[in-house]
């Protein structure tokens, strides 16, 4: 079974949601697909008031991502700009990347894989502060370990090529 | 499952009801995101790179970095000295209501195959529509956004 087969039976068990953009007029040229846990914290179904925004923010920028504009994505993970959009963590070999959500406070990050180009899969959200406390190296192995147990058969995109993850990355030069 | 927030996120205000903090949060976040993809499309289209972009802004080259690596809070004054020194653009602005655009036939998964697949889920499209229809009857269509309304003078 390919990848996309196990997202497909995946969104129909209700495991994984792809995400549309909420004006109508947008297409789709990228797929985002979410878990429950990072659908409700785009929803908007956190109690604090502040998180909700910043899913709400969170959100839009998922958007952009998925209507196809320019991305920068920081392949390396000891030296990636602090405003990168998408970036790939420590140790690369597990292809855990993670979306950086850095203003307004708090800052989110949304843990996740590519399953193939173009097609990102996530699967955790931290903020900044949970993060500390829980570690930032311990999140990025739960999130391959929800990765696995998704998809026993099929490992995450890793290449050190940006292209490979994604059409349209920007370098900054 | 295909899902987005609920469209009535973005209804048109009426009367003096107050808006969700979640609406202005996106919507801000939506300008932020358009004025970056149009700074980020002239930086593509001339290929002028960082290093350039910071000698004819007097600025470091961190700095532009910082300002190109994702949508953020830019002042006005930062978005117009950025555009005009990537390629002398300048800014012509234009709205547009985001519920009146045609509805995208590219909606479904572009990884699957949009013919077997997952549709929209039928209370988000339904809602999409209601709205779309109760607004055309009180109201003209409304500008469609397109990368052409961003046109340069300059």
């Excluded at chain 1, 970036?87 to 959500?101: E, F, L």
């Excluded at chain 2, 390629?87 to 572009?110: K, T």
């Amino acid at each position: 079974m390919s990848i996309v087969d196990e997202i497909k039976t995946h969104c129909d068990n209700g495991n994984l949601f792809h995400l549309l953009p909420i004006e109508p007029g947008r297409s789709v040229e990228r797929d985002v697909f979410v878990s429950k846990e990072i659908w409700d914290f785009l929803d908007g179904n956190d109690a604090d008031v502040k998180l909700q925004q910043v899913g709400a923010r969170a959100y839009r920028r998922l958007e952009s991502f998925v209507c196809g504009n320019a991305v920068v994505l920081g392949m390396n993970p000891l030296q990636k700009d602090r405003t990168s959009l998408i970036a790939r963590n420590d140790p690369t070999s597990d292809g855990v990347v993670d979306v950086r959500i850095n203003d307004p406070q708090p800052a989110v990050r949304i843990f996740g894989c590519f399953a193939t180009r173009n097609v990102l899969v996530l699967l955790l959200r931290r903020t900044r502060q949970e993060l500390a406390q829980k570690g930032f190296a311990s999140s990025i192995r739960l999130c391959r370990r929800q990765w696995d147990h998704l998809f026993s058969s099929c490992t995450p995109l890793v290449s050190e090529d940006p292209h490979d993850y994604i059409t349209g990355t920007f370098d900054i030069g | 499952m295909t899902i987005s927030l609920a469209p009535s996120i973005l209804a048109e205000p009426a009367g003096e009801e107050r808006l969700s903090a979640r609406t202005l949060a996106y919507v801000s976040e939506a300008a932020r995101d358009q004025l970056y993809d149009l700074v980020v499309q002239n930086c593509i289209e001339t290929g002028v790179t960082k290093a350039t972009l910071a000698k004819r802004l007097g600025k470091d080259p961190a700095q532009i970095s910082r300002l190109l690596g994702a949508p953020g809070n830019w002042t006005i004054d930062t978005f117009a000295e950025l555009l005009f020194a990537i390629n002398g653009s300048m800014l012509q602005a234009s709205s547009y209501l985001p519920l009146r655009a045609a509805v995208s036939n590219r909606r479904a998964p572009a990884c699957l195959d949009a013919s077997t697949i997952v549709k929209m889920s039928p209370s988000v499209f339904n809602e999409a529509q209601t709205i779309r229809k109760s607004q055309e009857i009180t109201a003209p269509m409304s500008t469609v956004r397109n990368r052409a309304d961003y046109t340069y003078a300059g």
